[in-house]
């Protein structure tokens, strides 16, 4: 299972760092989440509490359409 805060690869370990990182650039902007086709819908909202736990005021979901 991957997941990806703006374009930073992140483990569980580095979710704090990553919206901490990107919220010193701009302070109250929304996050840009984006996850591998493993995670759950659990799971996105186990990362989202995360985010928000870490100061993040608000998330944005990326999502892409399958190519067939």
Avoid: F, H, Y
Avoid at 11 to 37: F, H, T, Y
Wanted: charged content about 40%; aromatic content about 2%; hydrophobic content about 35%.
């Amino acid at each position: 299972k991957k997941v990806w805060v703006e374009s930073d690869e992140c483990d569980q370990g580095c979710l704090e760092a990553s919206v901490q990182k990107e919220l010193a650039k701009m302070p109250g902007r929304r996050i840009l989440l984006k996850g591998d086709d493993t995670l759950t819908v659990g799971d996105v909202r186990k990362v989202m509490a995360r985010l928000r736990e870490a100061g993040a005021k608000g998330v944005n979901l990326g999502i892409e359409e399958l190519k067939k």
